[in-house]
């Protein structure tokens, strides 16, 4: 997974090929997001004899911790192409609050 970030944004990249989005599941609890899913192994064809297999088959699971500037009520995910987006909007940084103390 990749993470980037624009000025409104964070966003995390995973490339998860030949996964289903339907076999993808993100979560959020207590300040983690977590993405987690599996790859299952396609049946071979019969007249197709395999000699090596480098791809990775089986569950995943792949957690981060969010920054306290990440609005954990709008994040957004989408898969096109192989490729899982999830985008993470910023909230606008809290300005310091001054108050005033009076002697007495």
Do not use: M
Not at 80 to 99: C, E, Q
């Amino acid at each position: 997974a990749n993470i980037s970030e624009t000025a409104g944004e964070y966003i995390i990249k995973a490339e998860l090929p030949a996964v289903k989005k339907e076999d993808v599941s993100i979560t959020l609890q207590n300040g983690v997001i977590t993405i987690s899913g599996e790859r299952k192994f396609d049946k071979e064809d019969k007249d197709e004899n395999t000699l090596r297999v480098e791809s990775f088959y089986g569950t995943f699971s792949r957690s981060f911790a969010l920054p306290e500037n990440a609005d954990q009520d709008n994040i957004k995910a989408e898969s096109k192409d192989g490729i899982l987006r999830v985008r993470i909007p910023k909230v606008a940084a809290k300005s310091p609050k001054s108050v005033e103390i009076k002697v007495q």
